[in-house]
């Protein structure tokens, strides 16, 4: 179980990897002359109540702010696979992720709530090396998607995703509340997008 549990993982880190890349972002026109919008997501750690650190993430004109950081996610229609994540690094070695993926049925304006044991729910962490230099693992996520804007051609291209994510998460004896706000977050989408239209 365990060796199945960590090769999903693997796959799971290589799909983000991928949709999260530089090389994937194009600029799209969705025909009314707008190019890709703005990233902006805002991520707020709480422990016992008291902010302990706040992190801002951008991709903003095709670059990422900060450079070697990457925002986004990616949704497989005919799996119901929902990834979303956010990185840093100083060259090689992380320093700071958030990471949910869970089976969405349906990837539309809703809120999505998962807890350990829940069936759909594949992953959750958080891991920022100002606080612990190991991961907090999920125990609850609560994913809200506000609005979404499309831009690609045919079945495949790139959901703008905007809303918020509530992450309940556990170090040990340690527990930390992981607030994001999302602004236009950049979702891959692979699937029947006239019938979300």
Same mark, same amino acid.
């Not at 890349?21 to 009314?32: A, H, K, L, R």
């Not at 807890?115 to 759909?120: A, E, F, L, V």
């Given at each position: 179980?365990?060796?199945?549990?960590?090769?999903?993982?693997?796959?799971?880190?290589?799909?983000? *990897?991928?949709?999260?890349?530089?090389?994937?972002?194009? &600029? @799209?026109?969705?025909?009314?002359? %707008? !190019?890709?919008?703005? /990233?902006? =997501?805002?991520?707020?750690? &709480?422990?016992?109540?008291?902010?302990?650190? /706040?992190? @801002?993430?951008?991709?903003?004109?095709?670059?990422?702010?900060?450079? +070697? #950081?990457?925002?986004?996610?990616?949704?497989?229609?005919?799996?119901?696979?929902? $990834?979303?994540?956010?990185?840093?690094? &100083?060259?090689? @070695?992380?320093?700071?992720? $958030? !990471?949910? #993926?869970?089976? $969405?049925?349906?990837?539309?304006?809703?809120?999505?709530?998962?807890?350990?044991?829940?069936?759909?729910?594949?992953?959750?962490?958080?891991?920022?090396? &100002?606080? +612990?230099?190991?991961?907090?693992? *999920? @125990?609850? =996520?609560?994913?809200?998607?506000?609005?979404?804007?499309? $831009?690609?051609?045919?079945?495949?291209?790139?959901?703008?995703?905007?809303?918020?994510?509530?992450? =309940? *998460?556990?170090?040990? %004896?340690?527990?930390?509340? =992981?607030?994001?706000?999302?602004?236009?977050?950049?979702?891959?989408?692979?699937?029947?997008?006239? *019938?979300?239209?």
């Amino acid at each position: 179980m365990k060796c199945i549990k960590q090769t999903v993982l693997i796959i799971l880190m290589a799909m983000i *990897a991928i949709s999260c890349s530089d090389d994937s972002i194009v &600029e @799209t026109d969705d025909g009314d002359g %707008e !190019l890709n919008p703005n /990233t902006k =997501v805002v991520i707020t750690a &709480e422990m016992d109540g008291s902010v302990v650190s /706040t992190n @801002t993430f951008e991709l903003k004109d095709d670059s990422y702010i900060p450079s +070697s #950081s990457s925002t986004g996610g990616s949704y497989q229609e005919i799996t119901s696979l929902f $990834l979303f994540n956010v990185s840093n690094s &100083e060259g090689t @070695t992380p320093i700071f992720s $958030l !990471l949910f #993926s869970a089976m $969405l049925q349906d990837f539309e304006v809703g809120t999505y709530s998962y807890s350990t044991g829940d069936t759909d729910f594949i992953n959750g962490s958080y891991m920022n090396k &100002e606080i +612990s230099d190991n991961s907090y693992i *999920a @125990t609850s =996520v609560e994913f809200v998607i506000t609005d979404m804007k499309y $831009l690609g051609i045919g079945s495949y291209g790139t959901y703008y995703t905007s809303g918020s994510m509530t992450m =309940v *998460a556990a170090n040990g %004896e340690e527990t930390i509340t =992981v607030k994001a706000t999302i602004e236009n977050a950049p979702i891959t989408y692979s699937g029947n997008v006239s *019938a979300k239209k």
